[in-house]
């Protein structure tokens, strides 16, 4: 695999392939399609900023890799290389490759081994989870399917508390149901002592945390290899 070291350098030579190769509307697809949706990437909103194209994608690249979404700046990195007609008119006048920067930008490629499978099994193995969560979600997170991984354990956690509170809620509510400090069907300890009864109301707000802000969203996204879109 050949990747590309983001440095401002780099990221400046392919602001500039860019801003020669395409136009707004077809960069604007190129970073949604890339997973990074924020409006700040519509066409519109680069005109509004009276930048000329290269500063404007170099200035939203940059806050790109700021906020560590490479995997966004390596698919772009990737349609760029190929020349993908999706986004880049070939055959049009109006929008070409510079030739030298654009072999410029190829020979910065470097190739990159990772075994990215050991390496995840790596570390879910150091998280020593239950053995209902390695059977639901080891393989989905070791093939780099990170969100539907979590989903999964979210689902076996659901239905674990569901199985030991013999409640038929689900979610959020189960687990207030369930593990609430005043009459709870889990006790995490004897509920004798204030600090008792802080325990059991704080792992209440975790479980119901983790069902509301965790399983829910995995649950209503589109998931493609641990990237979250949005319907």
Excluded at 69 to 84: A, G, N, P
Excluded at 207 to 216: A, C, L, P, T
Aim: charged share 30%; glycine share 4%.
């Amino acid at each position: 695999m050949k990747k590309l070291d983001y440095t401002k350098e780099n990221i400046r030579l392919l602001a500039y392939i860019i801003s020669k190769a395409t136009s707004g509307s077809q960069f604007t697809k190129l970073f949604k399609d890339s997973g990074w949706i924020p409006e700040s990437t519509a066409s519109e909103d680069w005109k509004i900023s009276k930048k000329s194209k290269e500063e404007y994608l170099y200035d939203e690249m940059v806050k790109i890799g700021e906020l560590g979404r490479l995997d966004v700046l390596d698919y772009v990195v990737e349609k760029v290389i190929s020349k993908d007609s999706i986004y880049f008119k070939k055959n049009d006048k109006d929008y070409k490759f510079p030739r030298q920067s654009f072999s410029d930008l190829k020979a910065k490629l470097k190739i990159v081994t990772i075994d990215h499978v050991k390496t995840n099994q790596k570390a879910f193995n150091d998280r020593k989870l239950h053995s209902a969560v390695v059977f639901s979600s080891q393989k989905l997170f070791k093939d780099g399917h990170y969100s539907q991984s979590i989903f999964e354990a979210c689902k076996i956690l659901n239905k674990k508390v569901q199985e030991y509170s013999k409640l038929e809620l689900d979610g959020k509510s189960l687990m207030s149901s369930a593990f609430n400090q005043t009459n709870p069907k889990i006790k995490l300890n004897d509920l004798k002592s204030q600090s008792d009864i802080d325990e059991q109301e704080g792992f209440m707000h975790i479980f119901m945390g983790v069902m509301q802000g965790v399983r829910n969203p995995k649950g209503h996204d589109i998931v493609a290899y641990g990237i979250c879109k949005k319907h």
